[in-house]
């Protein structure tokens, strides 16, 4: 017979290099507070009819009245993006770290190369956000024509991030074993976990790259909660603007 693997648990709030949320609230300060300076140093500029639907070529083919409101539908979207990206990272390092017990110093390795990696690469994804996020407010208040150009180049860059980015996490998993909850009955259909005994509410997924709630802590329905509330948010204010 082959010999079993074993997993111990550690809470990972002890020790988790990760991004830290000033940085990302620095990011959002500097997009943010420049798309104010912008937009209220030149109000009087900004057309009556503003742009709101882009085609495939970001030429605009929908337009919405101006408004205070219409005008700061952009910075009110990118607080809604801080908010998740930093809930986000802070779900990377509060979730439960699960080492080998047969080589725990090199699991507790991986987990934090892992860790780190992967908060650094969301942090980087959402500096880009930003920057799109920015360019679509000089776009849409001040209809400068040129930076259609500058917006499909950002696009573009972000989706070759993003490919690079699950790829460069499969590259560091890659021969290594990860441990996954021994109980599979806290394992509901395969992919819900929903463990008492657990005191984690945040776990590594059973297979696969990311996190996973755990279902009987009150704290993973209260994110649940929290994300379908910003989603509605989003779904609204995206209505309202267009």
């Known amino acids: 017979m082959g010999t079993q693997k074993r997993y111990a648990s550690l809470d990972s709030r002890t020790r988790v290099p990760v991004v830290t949320t000033s940085r990302y609230i620095i990011v959002y300060l500097i997009a943010v507070v420049s798309e104010l300076i912008f937009t ?20 605009p083919n929908q337009f919405t ?13 990118q607080t809604v993006m801080l908010i998740i990206f930093i809930v986000c990272n802070e779900m990377m390092k509060a979730s439960k770290i699960q080492l080998s017990s047969s080589n725990p110093k090199d699991s507790l390795k991986i987990n934090e190369e892992v860790r780190l990696t992967n908060s650094k690469l969301l942090f980087n994804l959402f500096i880009l956000m930003q920057l799109i996020f920015f360019t679509v407010q000089m776009m849409t208040c001040f209809n400068i024509r040129s930076l259609r150009y500058v917006m499909l180049a950002i696009l573009s860059l972000t989706t070759i991030y993003i490919v690079t980015y699950i790829f460069i996490l499969l590259k560091i998993r890659k021969g290594h074993s990860y441990p996954i909850v021994e109980d599979k009955s806290a394992w509901k259909l395969g992919i819900l976990y929903y463990n008492k005994d657990d005191v984690a509410y945040i776990v590594q997924k059973r297979s696969g790259l990311g996190y996973t709630l755990n279902f009987a802590r009150y704290q993973s329905w209260l994110i649940t909660l929290a994300f379908i509330l910003v989603m509605f948010a989003i779904v609204f204010l995206g209505n309202k603007f267009s």
């Open 40 to 59: 209220f140093a030149f109000y009087d500029k900004i057309p009556n009819q503003i742009p709101t639907h882009f085609d495939a070529l970001m030429n």
């Open 65 to 77: 009245e101006k408004s205070l409101y219409s005008v700061l539908c952009m910075p009110l979207i």
